[in-house]
């Protein structure tokens, strides 16, 4: 289940590209991918960084098989800066937000991991909160799901060229996932105001001093037009029924 949250709460659906798959074994960020969203929709505000990965001093030299998967190469990565030369800006970008990832545990693992090799630098609970959207798939459809296979459920595959899972494209299209997951929330979220335990299909009474509607009657241009209309369908054969 997706958390409730407040129409303006703001949201970043992010993802990585990393060298590896364990942060525990040196594998280092080489792509952050972030996109903002207020109110279930997109605002054009994106975050994007290449990161080049360092180890005792020097550039990491990834596996052929994982820059298959990203695109990435070693050779791409060189000028690009490093970890601690955007971390305040990406932390900024991110503080305060609620983080929308799938498959957290990997990304929040390898953020913090960055984050804790620069002294003074907070681990991402302590400025985020953060929804798996792994977890809601699972709750969802009682197993877990990749984004392609999301992606694909909801219809929206085809809404973002995926050649190579870039960090950035990868979020967009999470992003268009989870408008799509929480679109029945979104709908239940109309009833707001009237208590938790309202019914969103209740039936509700308007109040008897309400401010009355202005009626705007039609002009006779305006009629003598619309019978104009009616007798040109009538021509044809279609006999319109609410001239009956």
Excluded at 188 to 209: P, T, Y
Aim: proline share 3%; hydrophobic share 40%.
């Amino acid at each position: 289940m997706i958390e409730e949250n407040t129409q303006d709460e703001r949201l970043i659906i992010l993802d990585t590209e990393t060298t590896g798959i364990n942060p525990r074994e040196g594998h280092r960020i080489v792509e952050i991918g972030c996109v903002e969203m207020i109110n279930r929709q997109l605002t054009g505000r994106n975050y994007h960084v290449y990161v080049k990965p360092m180890a005792q001093g020097m550039q990491m030299v990834m596996d052929q098989e994982v820059i298959n998967i990203h695109g990435l190469t070693d050779e791409f990565l060189r000028d690009k800066p490093i970890f601690k030369q955007v971390s305040e800006d990406f932390i900024n970008f991110i503080k305060g937000a609620r983080l929308v990832i799938h498959n957290a545990k990997f990304d929040v693992g390898f953020m913090d991991h960055e984050f804790s090799m620069i002294p003074g630098l907070p681990k991402t609970a302590d400025i985020c909160s953060v929804t798996d959207t792994l977890k809601v798939a699972k709750d969802e459809f009682g197993s877990p799901k990749t984004l392609d296979y999301l992606a694909r459920f909801y219809k929206v595959d085809k809404l973002i060229d995926r050649t190579y899972h870039g960090a950035l494209i990868d979020a967009q299209l999470l992003a268009f996932v989870y408008i799509e997951m929480t679109r029945k929330q979104a709908t239940f979220n109309l009833n707001q105001g009237e208590g938790q335990g309202s019914d969103a299909n209740a039936i509700r009474r308007l109040i008897k001093d309400r401010p009355k509607l202005k009626v705007l009657a039609a002009t006779a241009d305006e009629l003598a037009e619309h019978e104009n209309r009616l007798a040109i369908v009538d021509d044809k054969g279609a006999s319109p029924l609410w001239s009956k």
